[in-house]
């Protein structure tokens, strides 16, 4: 079963926290043991998964970003979002976490996290949970 999760972003970079809204798409899935898949299909935004206890882990991420990939460089696309391209590609548009007894196998601090490079925008995210076999 294909989820859709619409996201409105409220920063040219943010960062949002969207682990709930896929754990309860493996709970209208249905699923015991299997895996999740959660992706954007936007090329300026991201999919990882980090900490979400401590908000500084995250701010610290986005300010590495921003000086691997700063704003007012010399670029070449003219759309003025080569940064947001950068970011997304170092990020990556996906992840993958095993279901296990219909839950999410994270760790004690992990979340999941949408990656905003390039807002403010509206976005969507695709979630597909995947059984093992009986």
């Known amino acids: 079963?294909?989820?859709?999760?619409?996201?409105?972003?409220?920063?040219?970079?943010?960062?949002?926290?969207?682990t709930s809204r896929v754990e309860a798409a493996v709970v209208q899935s249905n699923i015991n043991?299997?895996?999740?898949?959660?992706?954007?299909?936007?090329?300026?935004?991201?999919?990882?998964?980090?900490?979400?206890?401590?908000?500084?882990v995250v701010t610290d991420l986005i300010s590495w970003l921003d000086s691997v990939a700063p704003q007012l460089a010399r670029y070449r696309h003219r759309e003025g979002n080569s940064p947001a391209h950068i970011k997304a590609s170092i990020v990556g548009s996906?992840?993958?976490i095993v279901i296990e007894n219909s839950r999410l196998l994270l760790g004690t601090w992990q979340g999941i996290f949408f990656c905003e490079f390039d807002g403010p925008r509206n976005r969507t995210v695709f979630i597909r949970c995947i059984a093992d076999n009986p």
């Not at 972003?9 to 949002?16: A, D, K």
């Not at 954007?40 to 908000?55: Q, Y």
């Open 94 to 96: 996906s992840a993958t």
């Open 33 to 56: 043991n299997g895996i999740c898949h959660v992706t954007t299909l936007h090329t300026t935004t991201g999919i990882t998964i980090n900490e979400n206890a401590d908000p500084d």
């Open 1 to 18: 079963m294909l989820h859709r999760i619409n996201i409105q972003t409220e920063s040219r970079v943010e960062f949002q926290n969207i």
